[in-house]
């Protein structure tokens, strides 16, 4: 078992983030454990919708791959940009605040959209994923019905 240190976690948050904008969802998952608990603060009823399928609760490394599928299926590769402005670490903890900007591939509305993401790492994996982000811009980037 290793020992947390603020110098771990940062050095595996870096590494996730890097490894998230490569894009290759396997090599993403497999920087989580086989079991986790992926959270994403939406309310209940928007998750899993067909315009958002990736927005939803999550368990395991492979749930882990499919989120970063869909949600490269369902946005404009290139117009994608995360701007991460702070990471803060507290031993297997970490929060890492910024901004994405996205378009939505359905309708082609660009969103930016504010976010904290809280992960805690044992054994150099992420075993907690929980995104705090700017639901609405996100949902109105998706909308197909009249607003």
């Known amino acids: 078992m290793s020992i947390a240190t603020p110098t771990n976690t940062r050095l595996a948050v870096e590494k996730l983030l890097r490894t998230i904008s ?4 396997e090599r993403i998952a ?3 454990a086989e079991r ?4 994403l603060s939406w309310p209940e009823a928007e998750h899993g919708r067909a315009a958002t399928p990736w927005i939803r609760h999550r368990s395991n490394r492979s749930d882990a791959a499919a989120h970063y599928r869909e949600l490269a299926e369902h946005h404009v590769p290139e117009l994608v940009a995360t701007e991460v402005e702070r990471i803060l ?8 605040t910024g901004e994405i900007r996205q378009t939505a591939r359905s309708t082609g509305r660009a969103y930016r959209a504010r976010f904290a993401l809280h992960l805690t ?16 811009a996100v949902r109105q980037a998706f909308a197909t019905e009249e607003r």
């Open 30 to 32: 497999e920087l989580y």
């Open 89 to 96: 670490v507290d031993g297997n903890d970490a929060v890492v």
């Open 22 to 25: 490569e894009g290759d969802p």
């Open 36 to 39: 986790g608990d992926w959270q």
């Open 121 to 136: 790492f044992e054994e150099g994996l992420v075993t907690r994923h929980h995104v705090y982000e700017d639901s609405l």
